[in-house]
């Protein structure tokens, strides 16, 4: 395809913007809200995607990674999204921005917004849903930084929370690095380079559809702008031997999950992390997934089909 056809056939798929076009079958109906919130004298968006039919008890919040907000996980393009997936399974989805990300108030030093202020927000949050559902627990997924939030958080306020899910979590330290400026600088390939690629450098489109690959990057853009806070640095860019969730704090069962080609994973620390955890809790690994395996072919309904089969027992 030429890259003036190509460029026209992204521009009516951004334009159609509907799943009852491009998916497999079309939506039930779902209902979008927004619920105010404020903390530190900060707003945070916070918001719930349902069922006319969902089960009110059923309530999952979805916590973003270290550069670009909640958006990431309701890509609307054919049966992606993993907000209308489970929303079709009958949860309320819940996802918030942490404080500086998305659609959540600025903030003034990049910095700020570590893994413990996130957990804050996160905390807030909880309050919230608890609050406007009626239920004293929800369930819980973090994805890549989201497991350092989540972790810490499950920690702190376990009584918050009845299942907890660590998608791609970072158990260790990504090595020291000199921590550069407070607020990191939003670019395409930035926000597509966890994408897998095949030797000669180009994306796999075995693996990822390429018109999603473009959908998301211009998603990251249009929803975290030019930069993001890199509050995440201080914690993360710690020797490799430094533990980033502290397993043995978490008292509810979690799902560990991941992909064997997500390079930010350490094995040995996995190896031994359902000793950690409490009864009913499990480790999955994805033969050939990636750090974004929720967006790739030959893996997303896998992973989707994991994360239920643990919710649901």
Request: proline share 4%.
């Amino acid at each position: 395809m030429g890259t003036v056809l190509y460029a026209l056939y992204l521009i009516i798929l951004i334009a159609a913007g509907s799943c009852t076009v491009f998916g497999e079958s079309p939506d039930p109906i779902l209902s979008y809200e927004v619920y105010p919130l404020v903390r530190n004298d900060i707003s945070l968006h916070l918001d719930c995607v349902k069922t006319e039919n969902a089960d009110s008890s059923g309530n999952i919040l979805l916590l973003h990674g270290s550069s670009y907000s909640s958006y990431e996980f309701d890509i609307d393009y054919q049966d992606y999204s993993l907000v209308r997936f489970l929303a079709r399974e009958g949860y309320a989805v819940w996802r918030l921005d942490i404080a500086g990300y998305g659609r959540s108030g600025s903030v003034e030093d990049g910095f700020m917004p570590d893994t413990a202020y996130a957990a804050e927000d996160i905390n807030a949050a909880a309050e919230e849903i608890v609050r406007i559902s009626g239920q004293e627990k929800i369930d819980l997924l973090g994805w890549s930084w989201g497991t350092m939030t989540a972790g810490l958080f499950a920690g702190r306020h376990p009584e918050h929370i009845r299942k907890l899910i660590l998608y791609a979590p970072i158990l260790s330290g990504l090595g020291e690095q000199k921590l550069g400026e407070p607020f990191s600088r939003n670019t395409w390939e930035g926000a597509a380079e966890d994408f897998q690629k095949k030797n000669d450098g180009t994306f796999d489109e075995e693996i990822t559809d390429p018109v999603l690959i473009e959908l998301f990057c211009s998603s990251c853009w249009h929803y975290d702008g030019d930069s993001s806070p890199r509050g995440w640095c201080r914690d993360a860019f710690v020797d490799e031997k430094t533990r980033l969730i502290d397993l043995e704090k978490i008292t509810v069962p979690t799902l560990l999950i991941y992909g064997s080609h997500d390079p930010y994973m350490d094995r040995d620390a996995l190896s031994g992390a359902l000793e950690m955890l409490p009864d009913g809790s499990e480790l999955r690994e994805i033969e050939g997934g990636s750090h974004i395996m929720m967006y790739e072919k030959p893996y997303y309904k896998e992973f989707r089909k994991r994360i239920t089969d643990f919710l649901n027992k």
